[in-house]
C-alpha cells in the first residue's frame, strides 16, 4: 500500500510508491530539500529526521548515520522504506551532516 | 611504480560483487573471508580491486606497485627518514599478495608499495586478438587512478613527488596563487596516477577504470541507466587532463569514474595551473561549474 511522508518544515507531501526509498520518492516529485547524494547509504547527505510514522532501514554506513542517531529517528532516506505514513525533519540537528 | 591496488570497503559483498562484475565487468580472482580479489581483463597480475565488507564504505588503502624487489628497502628508508614511520606488511596478509611496506601519508591515507602479487596473466601474450571473449559491463582492461581528499596539499605533495618521486601534471591554486587547492599526480605517463583535492582528511573522491575511447564512455553510461546505477556526472569532459568521463556511484556510495584520454606527460612535464575561480572549467569543460555533490560526497 503506498503512504505519505510530510516534510515538516515546508508541509509538502511526498507520494510514496511501493518498494520506493524516501529519497527515489522525492527526487521523482522534484523535492528537492531533502538532497540526493550517493543513493548507496554512504555518504549521508540525504539524512533526514522520522518525527512519526515506522519505517525499514536499508544498509547505512556507520560513520555517517551512527547507532545513537538511528535510535532517534535519523536516517538516509535512499535507504528508507515506509511502512505507515511519516513526518520528517530535513533541518533537524545532526552531528554529521 | 604504478598504481596496482586499490582496498574499498562495501556494506554488501554480494551485492557489491554483482555490481563490480556484471555493471562494471571486473573479473573475480578470488574470495576469503569478507574479502573479494578483481581484476581487468587485461591486467596481469592477481587483483588490483579489493572488496572488503564493513560497515562504512570509503578506502582502506591504495598500493603501488614498484619494479624491483629492492625498491621496497630504498622507499622504506626514504619514507623514514622523511619522517613519516613505515611498517612491514608480511607475505600473505592478503590472498596472492607479497611482502609490502605500508604508511601513512599526511593527508590520513593509508598507502602501501610493493612488488611480489601472484600473476595470473591476461590470457593476451602468444599471437592474441585484441581483446578476450566474454567481457562484460564496461569492462575496463585495468585501474586508472584515485582521487583523494585531505586538508594539507602542499605536504602530501611534497612528499608524494620528493619522496616517491611522483610529478605534477596540473595544480589548483587559489586565486592569489598562496594556497595550494589540488595536485595531479603521474609516475607512469599518464595524466593522473592519484590526485588530491582539498577536503577532509582521509577520505576517498573516487576511483577510476581506463577506457578505450571516448564512444566506451557513452557505452558505460548507458549501461549505469539500464542497470539503475546511481549517476553522479557525466559523461562530459574535463578541462584538467583533456580525458571523458562519467562519474557513477557503487552500491555503497563509493564514487566510481570511467576515464579515457587525456595527454601523455613525461617525467619533463612543465605542470599546468589552474586558478580556483575556473575550477569548474578545470573539473567538467563542457557545463563550467561544480555541483555539490561533486565536491562534498566523499566515503
Known sequence: ?97 | MRLGVVETRVMDLDESLKYYTEVVGLQVTGREGNRAYLKGWDEEDHHSVVLVESDRPGLNHMAFKVRFEEDLNRFEKAVAQYGIPVRRVTKGTRLAEGEAIEFTLPTGHSMQLYQDIEKVGNGLKLNPDPWPDNLKGMAPPNLDHLLLTGDDIKSVTEFMTRVLDFHISEQVVSVDGEQLIGTFLFRTNSPHDIAFIKGPDAKLHHFAFHLENWQDVLRAADLLTKNDITLDMGPTRHGITRGTTVYFFDPSGNRNEVFTGGYMPGADFTPITWTEDQLGKAIFYLERQLNDRFTTVLT
Open chain 1, 1 to 97: 500500500m503506498p503512504y505519505q511522508a510530510q516534510v515538516r518544515e515546508t508541509g509538502k507531501v511526498i507520494d510514496l510508491r511501493d518498494g520506493e526509498s524516501l529519497l527515489d520518492a522525492a527526487t521523482r516529485q522534484g523535492v528537492t530539500a531533502i538532497h540526493r547524494g550517493c543513493r548507496g547509504g554512504g555518504c549521508g547527505v540525504c539524512k533526514v529526521r522520522v518525527l512519526s510514522g515506522a519505517y525499514a532501514l536499508g544498509k547505512c554506513s556507520v560513520a555517517v548515520l551512527p547507532p545513537d542517531e538511528r535510535g532517534v529517528g535519523f536516517v538516509l532516506s535512499c535507504k528508507t522504506f515506509a511502512s505507515t505514513d511519516l513526518v520528517v525533519s530535513t533541518e533537524a540537528e545532526s552531528q554529521d551532516r
